[in-house]
């Protein structure tokens, strides 16, 4: 049944978080599944990520083509 809950693919969502650990703190980009933090990225990881991203995107629509 579309729309179920059981039919839905998995997702993602950011925000800026600030990673603590031992009185450390990291700014940086949480990447979050409802309220659970999945993954933290600094800034320059997630540029990094983006670029990929961007990359695997545009080869995805190649090859549809």
Known sequence: ??????NRRPYVTVRRWE???DGKRT??????HGASVCAHL?????RALADKLHD???????EKS
């Open 1 to 6: 049944m579309a729309g179920t809950k059981d």
């Open 19 to 21: 990673w603590r650990k």
């Open 27 to 32: 700014e940086g980009i949480g990447l979050m």
């Open 42 to 46: 600094t800034p320059d990881e997630a």
């Open 56 to 62: 695997l995107a545009d080869t995805t629509e190649k």
